[in-house]
């Protein structure tokens, strides 16, 4: 009798999926322009976007542009492994290490080796493992369960979130240093209905794919239907409309698929997906809770954190991110230098007109007096983030 065996599971992957990418809105090639910088490189990337954005696709390509491309690319999803099991599947076991463990076994870590290793959904891992993540980014190398010999590693890491990672770094879910870590180089994959300009190419892209795979003769999109997909506000983004087009090939009759063959999803925008944090009441429970916890530098923490979050936000566009947040863009830059998440350009260098900010109590008056950089409570109403005093205090 023959075993059925089922294929690697991984090379599996990167048979199935298409391997063609579509970048087609102008904030798509953008993106493709950061991934195109950053793929060469050996830094580890941290890919934020909602579900099915791409995240996945994002690494692989990734992978492929870099110079590990001909070593392994392995996925794993962090909220898919059991809280007891994650260690030794990450970082292997000795044999004998646990009930069960009959044999040594390699973890992922070290089965990926001279290629990447892709952590989905990295807001999962339970804390302890967090610290020792950090450890194994830190030393470069892996402990196995049941041993004490280290075992040098050589991976790129890319790591994934749908979560914002900073609220749960603020919230004490997620540690600071191991966010640090996997946030060297960051790539904020947009949801489709901020795409728009992708949803067209993405259907025809899945039109032909799904079309040769089922053997469909060519099938063309109604204007009814075009305007359907344009209108939908996709939350399950790129997977969605792929399963829509897949779907509508499945049951269309002839070769142009109408809007009553688009099963379009009717599930509203989950609560995360909507502008977030806009309702003052959530703005003001988050606050509250971070004071009940407390701990050292609040204020500057929660500081740090709004402008990460929006110069990120922004693509790293630091006009945007001052119209983003109603400031000017020297106070941005000012900030955005003194967190150190931007330099200081050689010009602010020699005329050191970048001075970083004392503690952040006093009043704007006296802070105008005494060069100091301007803070989040001087500029939380918007009558004074516009103010022109903005501009005089700076002196531009
Ligand atoms: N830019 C793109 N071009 C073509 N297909 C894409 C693109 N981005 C995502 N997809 C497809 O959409 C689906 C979801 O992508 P995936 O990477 O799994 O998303 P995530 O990891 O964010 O949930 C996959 O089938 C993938 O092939
Ligand atoms: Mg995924």
Same mark, same amino acid.
């Given at each position: ?42 830094? %580890?990337?941290?890919?934020?976007? *909602?579900?099915?954005?791409? =995240?996945?696709?994002?690494?692989? /390509? ?20 059991? *809280? &007891?099991?994650? *260690? ?43 610290? =020792? ?28 979130? %749908?979560? !914002? ?53 060519? &099938? ?72 009940? !916890? ?9 500081? /740090? ?7 990120? /936000? ?32 050689? !010009?602010?260098?020699?005329? %050191?007109?970048?001075? @970083?900010?004392?503690? @952040? ?36």
């Amino acid at each position: 009798m023959s075993l059925l065996s089922f294929p690697d599971p991984s090379a599996m992957a990167l048979s199935i999926r298409a391997s063609a990418l579509v970048f087609e809105d102008p904030n798509s090639k953008k993106l493709l322009t950061r991934i195109r910088l950053l793929a060469p490189s050996d830094v %580890n990337v941290l890919i934020i976007g *909602e579900t099915g954005t791409g =995240k996945e696709l994002v690494a692989r /390509h990734i992978h492929a542009l870099s110079a590990r491309r001909h070593g392994p690319f392995l996925a794993v999803n962090c909220g898919a492994l059991s *809280e &007891t099991l994650i *260690e030794s599947e990450l970082f292997g076991h000795e044999k004998g290490a646990f009930t069960g463990a009959i044999t040594t076994k390699r973890g992922w870590f070290e089965a990926a080796s001279g290629g990447t290793l892709f952590l989905d959904e990295i807001g999962d891992l339970p804390q302890a493992m967090q610290v =020792k993540l950090l450890r194994v980014l830190q030393e470069r190398e892996v402990v196995r369960v049941g041993s004490h010999t280290p075992i040098p590693i050589d991976v790129r890491l890319i790591a994934a979130t %749908n979560v !914002k990672l900073e609220e749960a770094v603020l919230a004490g879910r997620f540690r600071e240093d191991l966010y640090y870590r996997l946030n060297v180089a960051a790539l904020n994959l947009l949801p489709l209905r901020q795409r728009p300009g992708d949803i067209m190419p993405l259907a025809r892209h899945f039109l032909r794919f799904y079309g040769q795979r089922l053997g469909c003769p060519e &099938t063309a999109l109604s204007p009814d239907a075009e305007q359907a997909l344009l209108q939908h506000s996709w939350p399950g983004n790129i997977r969605e409309l792929e399963n829509v087009i897949h779907h509508a090939l499945l049951i269309a009759r002839n070769r142009t698929i109408t809007p009553t063959e688009l099963n379009l999803s009717t599930l509203p925008l989950r609560e995360r997906q909507t502008p977030a944090g806009t309702a003052p009441e959530d703005l003001d429970r988050v606050l509250e809770s971070l004071c009940e !916890k407390g701990g050292p530098d609040l204020y500057a923490r929660i500081e /740090h954190a709004l402008f990460r979050a929006a110069y990120r /936000h922004c693509n790293g566009n630091q006009l945007a991110t001052a119209r983003l947040l109603g400031l000017s863009r020297h106070v941005v830059r000012a900030r955005l230098i003194q967190y150190g998440i931007v330099q200081r350009n050689e !010009k602010e260098l020699l005329s %050191n007109s970048v001075k @970083p900010s004392p503690a @952040p109590s006093k009043s704007r008056r006296s802070l105008s007096n005494s060069g100091a950089t301007p803070s989040l409570a001087d500029w939380l109403t918007p009558e004074t983030a516009k103010s022109e005093a903005t501009q005089d205090w700076w002196g531009y």
